[in-house]
């Protein structure tokens, strides 16, 4: 059953994300801790990739570069994509996850010669 975006508590659950993805974000988006962006858009991706998204794009430039920027946005889409692929396989039929592995499979291949050409 789909819900709408705009109740209540979908919107205060998005904007909790948010904060905590900002928050973390701050604390390893230091020089020192730079690479520890990595594991948290891997976690945060698992739910939902927008916070992670706009908090990269918010730091590139000042805290991170575009290539890294670029680099978490996609580690963040491919857990997010592993994760639905997973549940699509265990909740669908075997023809509806077969479909979508192979749809993520080439989106993966994609970004990942994408990713090469720019990185």
Do not use: C
């Amino acid at each position: 059953m789909l819900e709408d975006p705009f109740e209540l508590g979908n919107v205060l659950q998005f904007g909790a994300l948010l904060a905590v993805v900002m928050l973390l974000s701050k604390l390893l988006g230091t020089p020192q801790h730079g690479l520890g962006l990595v594991p948290l858009a891997a976690t945060s991706g698992l739910v939902d990739v927008d916070p992670i998204t706009l908090q990269a794009a918010r730091m590139t430039g000042t805290a991170i570069t575009p290539s890294f920027a670029a680099t978490i946005i996609m580690v963040a889409g491919g857990a997010n994509l592993v994760f639905k692929s997973g549940v699509a396989l265990v909740v669908g039929s075997r023809t509806f996850g077969a479909y979508l592995l192979g749809a993520a499979v080439a989106a993966a291949a994609a970004a990942t010669a994408i990713w090469a050409t720019i990185g």
